[in-house]
């Protein structure tokens, strides 16, 4: 999507809808002692490659929605992961202030808080629409900043990919013996488990998998579904292509946001900074879910691509192993177990209902 289409696409509905919630710009500015004609000129790092579907596109999607709802007042310059700092130096980087905005995955900072990783994707978790209800009226918010308090980081979701693929594996899984020995790129919380199954997970950026499937490097990797996977043309180096994607149900995205500069902006600013983010949310799981059934069709028609659902009992095994994993990173990190403990609490009141609505509501169909 090019910028301009962006702001007339939104049109002024959504540009007065992001000012409206506020007070007026003079009396901001008197609270803030912040001038209302004041320009900010923000840089955002992602850890994505430059417009890449879905993910790069999001953080596009996010800065042209700040730049058009704040009227010119907030810019937003974006690097992909590489041009200001590397895809992994991205949260640093907010962190230190290098750029205040951030577009990547929380999974990423695993290093940082092992709590983090429970804000992008859970192993057999929640879905999307779970996710964003835990998120925006489940309580989510509130452990989620006090996670990166520390880091001087406000986060908020930026995006879902929707349920991920399982990913595309160079060898056959017919049972839980063949996970042993498989070396495979998947993050976060699905890698712990693939290790507690016998193999090894790797963390690498998505610029770097189609070299590392393509030269034996790794057997196996997951990256997203079929629209990003096909953007990186994952079918020409991968044999076979297995679902659901048990570790990441849906992959929630964030904005990264440098508290201090934050803080700067006048209220009304920052209300156009959060409702932004919303509504890149909101456009991020539209845009996976349309897209993700047309590359899919592209993929079996003009690919043939060997399509495989993963074995029943090796669903059930990483089932088993995941809760095994998630509670020996509760035993040994608090935080971590306070922020599990809600997870999992709201996972389970969702899934009550949710099992007489969504999921009943598809066996019909
Ligand atoms: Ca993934």
């Known amino acids: ?13 959504a540009v007065a809808a992001g000012v409206s919630a506020c007070t007026s710009p ?29 993910l790069g596109t999001g953080a596009v999607y996010l800065a042209d929605a700040i730049e058009a709802m704040s009227a010119g007042r907030i810019t937003v310059k974006i690097y992909a992961a ?18 205040q905005l951030g577009h990547s995955a929380s999974y990423y900072w695993k290093g940082k808080s092992a709590a983090a990783q429970l804000f992008s994707a859970v192993p057999f978790g929640m879905n999307a629409q779970e996710l964003t209800a835990w998120a925006l009226h489940g309580g989510a918010m509130e452990l989620w900043r006090e996670v990166y308090e520390p880091f001087g980081i406000i986060p908020t979701p930026a995006g879902h990919t929707g349920v991920q693929m399982g990913g595309w594996f160079n060898k056959e899984i017919n049972s839980v013996a063949d996970l042993r020995g498989l070396k495979m790129r998947i993050p976060g919380l699905g890698g712990e488990v693939l290790k507690r199954a016998g193999g090894t997970p790797v963390s690498m950026p998505g610029s770097e998998i189609f070299t590392a499937l393509q030269t034996g490097n790794i057997d196996a ?34 904005c990264l946001i ?13 209300t156009v900074v959060l409702r932004a983010s919303d509504a890149a949310t909101q456009n991020m799981l539209a845009e996976y879910t349309a897209r993700n059934h047309i590359a899919l069709q592209t993929l079996k028609t003009e690919h043939n691509v060997d399509l495989r659902p993963f074995p ?49 509501y598809y066996l019909t169909t």
């Open 1 to 13: 999507m090019k910028r301009r289409d962006f702001l007339s696409g939104l049109g002024a509905s």
């Open 26 to 54: 003079c009396e901001q500015a008197a609270a803030t002692g912040n001038a209302p004609g004041k320009t900010f000129n923000w840089k955002m790092v992602t850890t994505w490659p430059p417009n890449f579907p879905g």
């Open 82 to 99: 590489g041009e200001l700092v590397p895809a992994f130096e991205a949260f640093d980087a907010v962190s230190q202030g290098t750029a």
């Open 221 to 254: 990797t997951e990256w997203t579904g079929p629209y990003n996977d096909l953007a990186f043309g994952l079918h020409q180096v991968g044999k076979y292509y297995y679902y659901p994607g048990w570790h990441e149900p849906n992959t929630m995205l964030e």
């Open 258 to 270: 440098n508290r201090d500069a934050f803080n700067e902006l006048p209220e009304d600013l920052q």
């Open 312 to 360: 029943r009992d090796v669903l059930d095994r990483l089932r088993a192993l995941s809760e095994e994993v998630l509670a020996e990173i509760a035993a040994s990190d608090a935080l971590f177990a306070k922020v599990y403990d809600h997870y999992r609490a709201f996972q389970q009141q969702v899934s009550a209902w949710h099992d007489i609505s969504e999921k009943a």
